[in-house]
Every structure is written in C-alpha cells, then in structure tokens.
C-alpha cells in the first residue's frame, strides 16, 4: 500500500518492469526469507543470525559471477574483515544461546544465496537494464511475494490461525501494521543503495547496521560485553581502515587515526574486564 501510494504521489503510474521479472524477483526473495526462517526449526535464533552476518560473501561472489564486476585485492581483503568482524561480534550475542544441526545451516546457506540472487538480480535487471524506480520493484514484488506467502500459510494450516489470533488479540494488528511501515521504510533505503551504488555496497551498509544495531544496545539496555565484541568490533575498524588506507593522501591519515583510536578503546575494554556494559 505504501508503495502504490508513493508510486501514484511521485506520477509514476506505468509499470517499466515486466510481470515475469517481478515474479522471478518474488520467488527468489519469498524463496530466501522461507529457508532463513525454515533454518530455526534446526537452529537456534541466535545461531541463524550469525550466518546471516555472513551474507556479504555470497552477494559479492554472485556479483563477480553473474554481473561481471572485477574488484581489487584491496576490496577483497577489506570485505573479508567486514564479514569477519560482523560474524564474530554477532557471536558474542550468540554465545551460550546456540544449538546447532547441519541440517539447519545447509538451508540458511541456501536461503542466504536465494536473498544473493535477488540482490543482483534487482541491480542487472530492473535498475541496470531496465531502469525501474524503487517504489516499482517493493510494489510488485510484494505483491507476488504476498501470494506465495499467503499460499504457503494455508497449506501449511498457518493462515487461518493466524487470523483468528489477531481477532482475538486486536492490539497485534497496530504492531503488524507498524513493523510493516518500519518494514517499507528500510527495504526501501536497501533498494535505493542496490539502485545507486549496488548490491555488494548495500550488503555492506546492512553489515553495518547490525554493529550498530548491537552497540546501541550496550547504551539502551546495558547488555553485557564480550571479547567476541571486542575482538569482533575490531576486526571491523579494520576493514574501513584497510578501504580508507588505499585511497592514500588525507584518507590514509584518517585510516590511521581510526585504528589507533579502535585499538586504544579495544585495549581498554580488555584491560577494564569483560562483563556488564559500562556503557549504559
């Protein structure tokens, strides 16, 4: 509904992308969100998010496969920190709260490649080629995405249940509709970074935001820190210092400067003692 509404607000009322492009998109994004969420019948909650931390791989892999793109041993390496880091500070949340099946992490692996396929495909075919604005691609796609989704709960006997517990409980309806315009918001700004700058570089910016998603927590709610975070939050200065380093002149004096603060703070935290944030 948001979508429809901002497509109509913004004149942009001819659909530019084709109907089996937006089914295609639909399937691979219902297709990754299904199997992610599938994963916790064998993992814990805690466990999934940490292989979800790693999803910067397989969208940069599929980008040098399927769009052609050619990145530096520079990038590379930079990536390969990022991905580290946000794994390993993730798992600091995680420790303790993990259960783990093989079987679980084959089908959030899957479901992680499916949500890398969509990624690019969004950046190749609807924003490369085709030129469909944001708003386009979160209409349609959600729509067919409903559908499956809509279709899989009634097979599954889910659907009507759910409907029922929103009749019995009308205040879960308020929360739905909220996390579904928070929802809008934020795979908007995703879409607009895979239309502008791609899909590697939106991954990127998502890896970021579970870092700061968990730091702000250490300030709201004072959850406890651990060397994973330290460790973690570390190994993610580095990647950006590492990015910044190459690009030489005034970067690679800030490149510099941000390590060393990292490190100090790093080395003072496990100087100081790993326990309940002093933060908040």
Not at 17 to 32: Q, R
Request: proline share 2%.
């Amino acid at each position: 509904a948001c979508a429809y509404c901002e497509k109509h607000v913004s004149g942009d009322t001819r659909r530019i992308g084709t109907l089996v492009d937006y089914v295609k998109l639909s399937l691979m994004t219902m297709g990754g969100m299904y199997l992610t969420n599938f994963s916790l019948h064998y993992l814990s909650y805690p466990l999934r998010v940490v292989f979800k931390s790693s999803k910067l791989i397989p969208v940069m892999a599929l980008s040098v496969i399927y769009l052609k793109k050619r990145y530096t041993l520079i990038q590379y390496i930079s990536v390969s920190l990022l991905t580290v880091g946000v794994v390993v500070f993730t798992l600091g949340d995680a420790r303790g709260k993990a259960s783990f099946d093989p079987r679980g992490i084959v089908v959030v692996v899957l479901g992680s490649i499916a949500e890398a396929f969509a990624a690019n495909f969004e950046e190749k075919r609807l924003f490369g080629q085709l030129g469909c604005s944001a708003h386009e691609v979160l209409l349609y796609s959600s729509v067919f995405g409903s559908v499956w989704a809509a279709t899989a709960d009634l097979l599954y006997g889910d659907l009507l249940p759910a409907i029922r517990h929103s009749a019995d409980h009308p205040e879960t309806v308020f929360l739905i509709v909220t996390s579904s315009l928070a929802g809008y918001i934020s795979t908007n700004a995703v879409l607009l970074l895979i239309k502008h700058f791609g899909a590697t570089s939106a991954e990127i910016v998502k890896s970021c935001r579970k870092i700061t998603t968990i730091c702000i927590s250490f300030f709201v709610f004072g959850k406890p820190w651990t060397l994973c975070h330290v460790a973690g939050g570390l190994l993610f200065t580095s990647s950006i210092a590492v990015e910044r380093s190459a690009a030489g002149g005034s970067s690679r004096r800030f490149a510099a400067a941000l390590f060393g603060t990292a490190l100090l703070f790093s080395i003072w935290l496990v100087v100081a003692g790993t326990g309940p944030s002093s933060f908040s």
